[in-house]
């Protein structure tokens, strides 16, 4: 069976966008050599990439570009060339490239996509279809970079979930940046 | 000059409390020697404790009691014996051990008591007193444990924040239970 992780920044508030739907605070410091060896290694990764509409719609107007390419070749090529599903019920066409439109219930949607043979899933952003996976049960690991700041105000990836989710700590990692990765599975 | 820092318990999604203002969820999972030996060494400080109404209230209706002084002796001795404010416009008088009333603006009165002479300062809980106090620049230190756990719905410490808060990571913890110790500065 497919597994599927959730990788995301979120401040120290808990939030994954602000007010805004911005996620840009997360970018900050790139001056630690280390962090940049981590998140390149982490967009080269063999895994397909799993989206709201919100979400693909921001990375689908970004990633193509020349000023991405050129300013970050190694993830870019990554985030490009990546097998990528999108949940949507109102987008009609999703031109990213090797992108594929799923239009129905993602919780039913996703229970059938992790039994197709195929590599393992990553949801960015999307804070939805996070809340909607989790409530499901269908989440296996949850990929959270703590960033060293308070936004006050923002959303998410967890509201409206209905139930409380208790997890397993099962790695963590701690950058000269200020950031801390935290790597969490189901209990 | 005396030092102010907070010390709070967030979930993954940010939150010091649930909807109900309850923070039980925190103490679930006490197997851990390690972590226990960290609550000990922490309540055993020789710093004053800070509080806003409610959480004063509710520490003050727990830790004298004999349940809290049976089940954790070592936090409820440091907690009842511990010089403490309360902010509070509304409380009549402040009943538990070794407490000192301020009815004044929270800011303006921390701005005094810091250039007074005496012990280092913690806040716990208090949500309104820290994001008060963060927006005027006057917490020193941030000591946040990271739960393995999703709330979906609850208060962050730093609501209604007017700016965005940059910190810098100073140290760091991890433990065997799942909890994440995470200390910043502000930059």
Redesign the interface.
């Given at each position: 069976m497919r597994k599927l992780a959730v990788f995301n920044h979120?401040?120290?508030?808990?939030?994954f966008v602000d007010m805004n739907g911005d996620m840009s605070?997360a970018k900050?410091d790139h001056s630690d050599a280390e962090w940049n060896t981590f998140v390149s290694e982490n967009a080269s990764g063999e895994g397909a990439l799993v989206f709201g509409r919100i979400t693909y719609e921001m990375m689908a107007s970004f990633w193509p570009t020349p000023f991405a390419i050129e300013t970050m070749p190694a993830v870019a090529a990554g985030m490009n060339s990546m097998e990528k599903v999108v949940f949507s019920r109102t987008l009609k066409q999703a031109l990213w490239n090797n992108t594929k439109l799923v239009k129905g219930d993602p919780a039913t949607e996703m229970r059938k996509l992790k039994k197709e043979p195929g590599k393992d899933m990553v949801i960015l952003g999307s804070g939805n279809i996070v809340?909607q996976l989790?409530q499901e049960s269908l989440i296996d690991e949850?990929q959270?970079v703590?960033n060293?700041?308070?936004?006050?105000?923002g959303r998410?990836?967890?509201?409206?979930?209905?139930?409380?989710?208790?997890?397993?700590?099962t790695r963590?990692r701690?950058f000269g940046n200020?950031?801390?990765f935290?790597c969490?599975a189901p209990r």
């Open positions: 979120v401040s120290l508030d808990g939030y605070w900050a809340a989790a949850y959270i703590v060293p700041i308070v936004l006050g105000k998410t990836m967890f509201d409206s979930l209905k139930k409380k989710l208790t997890l397993k700590l963590s701690t200020g950031n801390v935290l969490y």
